[in-house]
């Protein structure tokens, strides 16, 4: 292979493969479906995909199913299915698009989604547990509400050897084993711990990469877009959690970042403006919200979306293979919490990554649908500009419901954000 | 340790009584709070909708139950976003304005807005705030345990902010005066559903919230005084329908709702504070004191939309409420913007619809203080009941 083709094959390689693992995954559910076969539904945050993989269920993530009719631009006709169900339009349009398509029978853009076997819900996101609570009274499948106490206060502030942490520990390892019984009733197998810690392995292989995707977007300029192609990774991150596909995905993610770096190729042409993201993305219009900041040589380098939506793997928390039930139950807490401060201390994580990823402003972006996300948004920007001396850009809209998105209003919003950055980085000059 | 807050009220009318807790209910600067403080008392404010009150009891702070409040959230506005609920903000804003002093805060996740309260609070003020994991896995074979140890962090935080040792003693006492609280508000309920007709649906409501704000020594001696009062009353049963209230477990309605409510129909059961209410039978008052709440809370306890347990889906539990106040209709209320509301009311009408039970859904916010069209939509619908 050439320098040129190899560098051909390599650049944007991670968007292209990531793409196709999706496709493949989408395909494999409709298989599944259509054979009349049931799957695991889990959340993003949270999955214990580790626990689901090692009994070979397919897994579903209705996020995941619910953000793509957005993308694909058929979130509108869900959501007022939902809605003539009786769902308020204040409620969360991942929940609404969801219903929609169980009332459809996992019709879906991408193909048909399998019914529930059972579910995995956690207490990440209150949201879950009422979603659970959907599927319950539609279906005959099992639902495990998997508890993860988050920070007390402050980040992490429980300690790993304080009493606290070991009594949440000991409460998830609990559950883990009762989820552990729950999916042996509902496969019909036998839990095999050596597939667990083989999983687990897995796992580890990918949390370590991950980490290491996101710390090379330190990089100038930077190589890739936390919004737009970090999406796809953190696809890539829930879907194939716990595979070797997955593992494997992200190690050459990182040649991938790796090669960028070295030869300082990044994401824009012209990268003028270094930005970090906070909330969830613009899924009615993901790529034109994406380019109201690209079009003034804004790239996003980091997001709190690619920290709690991948479940906190961004931390690279490494499982004990020798103690995989307790080190689960662990690394859940670890790194749940994380993905949990992402959201309700997001204040102090942005101070500690704004000086090594050189960010020049931050974009907020609350939303309609996730009060989870975005309650504590307005507060911790006001706390954070007390602290630190940096523009920010609080915009609202949400990431299912076309109705509250207005594209001329976020463009507004955007240019005075250039111009004030500009003026900014004029006066500094000067 | 208990000082009285309340005016003086024991020489007073049934009638007074009954005003001066409206006034309470509907007095957004906290006056009996107020009092506490002058007199040196420490206060630890809980938001909605269930907190162990028994522990800050023990340590002799005022247990305050954080409910919101009509006001214009002025302050706190500019700390939210869009599209969410009144009680959020306007809890924050009585602390901002300084309407209510705190000395602790503490939150749970009962839904996505309300865990944010815990850093935002943490973020605006000194005092020390923070959030309660109550188990979201009450079916957990561990959730005892791991509460009980809950309890017991908590316990050390309250004993730290308090300056006050939380003995066994202390909090047997506790238990006990919550106890006999929590009886005397079953007895009111009993009243509510049994003879409607002798208390009002706002009165009802006035004499549980009442207690949220003052002393349970001094809520205990006001209910104890006026139970029999109300009972000895002479009003006749008049000819309304008989309905259940439900939606009321967090945010809530303003009194003049309630009111209204309750001049087209018998409000006989609800979920109004249910948090006060949580605990459906006596805590034991021996033994491992802390297990024992833990296990009251999972074990002995009402239901909320906010509350993921397997063994109470809230749709069959709502049925039971209804069999059991022996209602005609259900008022399936939501707060605005309240997501868990909100998603209930879709299995709430649906079980109702099931049942062919006559139901009325509406939404309401604590500032809404406009009430025409819906005491006209009400009465449209009892009538229609009424004469069907």
Partial sequence: MTEQNFTEDLIGRGNRDGAQLFRDWYKELSEVAERGDKAAYVFVMGSFNEIIKTFDMPVVFPEINSLQTAVRGVAKEYLGEAEDYGYSPDVCGYVKADVALQLRKGEHPMGRIPEPSMAVLTNACNTYLKWGEVWERMYDAPTFALDIPGSRSGLQAIGRKSVSFKNDRNYIEVQIEELITTCEEVSGKKFDIDKLREVLGYTNRMSTAWKRVIELNMASPSLFNALTDGTIYLGVANGFRGTEIGAEYFEALVEEMEYKAKNSIGTLTDEKYRLAFVGVPCYPIFRRFTELFTEWGGTFVNSTYLWFASGGANKGFQYDLENPIASLAEGTLYSVTDAMDSMFHQDRMLLDIIDDFGIDGIVYHPIKSCRTVSTGLADGRRSLSEQRDIPSLFIESDMMDSRVVSEAQLKNRADAFFEGLATRRQMAQS | ?388
């Fill in chain 2, 1 to 388: 340790m208990s000082k009285a807050v309340l005016d003086k009220w024991k020489d007073s009318d049934l009638s007074d009584v009954l005003l001066m807790c409206r006034d309470l209910v509907e007095d957004p600067e906290f006056p009996t709070v107020k009092r506490w403080r002058e007199e040196g008392g420490k206060v630890l404010g809980h938001f909605q909708v269930y907190f162990p009150e028994e522990l800050a009891h023990a340590a002799g702070m005022l247990p305050l139950k954080m409910r919101g409040a009509s006001v214009e959230p002025i302050l706190a506005d500019a700390r939210f976003g869009s599209y969410l609920c009144s009680i959020i903000k306007t809890s924050l804003e009585v602390v901002l304005n300084k309407s209510v002093q705190l000395d602790m805060f503490v939150t749970n996740p009962i839904c996505d807005a309300a865990r944010n309260l815990g850093p935002i609070f943490e973020r605006n003020f000194e005092f020390k705030s923070q959030i309660l994991y109550l188990p979201q896995n009450p079916n957990s074979s561990g959730s005892a345990t791991y509460l009980a140890g809950e309890y017991d962090r908590l316990k050390q935080e309250i004993e730290e902010v308090s300056g006050v040792k939380i003995t066994d003693e202390a909090l047997k006492n506790s238990i006990g005066v919550f106890n006999e609280n929590r009886a005397l508000l079953r007895e009111l309920y009993d009243l509510k559903r049994d003879t409607p007709w002798l208390v009002s649906a706002e009165d009802a409501y006035s004499l549980v919230c009442v207690g949220s704000m003052i002393p349970r020594e001094e809520h205990n001696e006001l209910l104890r005084d006026v139970l029999p009062k109300l009972r000895a009353q002479t009003a006749k049963e008049q000819d309304r329908m008989r309905v259940v209230f439900e939606g009321g477990f967090c945010e809530q309605p303003p009194l003049d709702l309630i009111r209204v409510v309750g001049r087209s129909c018998y409000i006989v059961d609800d979920d109004f504070l249910i948090g006060l209410r949580w605990i459906l039978e006596d805590i034991p008052e021996d033994g491992d004191l802390l297990m024992a709440l833990a296990d009251a809370y999972l074990e002995k306890s009402s239901y909320s939309p906010v509350q993921h347990d397997l063994r109470k889906p809230k749709e069959d539990m709502l049925l039971k409420r209804v069999k059991a106040a022996r209602a005609d209709a259900v008022v399936v209320s939501a707060a605005k913007m309240c997501e868990p509301g909100l998603e209930e009311q879709v299995a709430y009408t649906h079980a109702l619809d099931g049942k062919s039970l006559p139901y009325f859904v509406t939404e309401f916010e604590e500032n809404m203080n406009s009430f025409d069209n819906l005491e006209l939509q009400l009465e449209t619908f009892m009538e229609n009941l009424l004469f069907a």
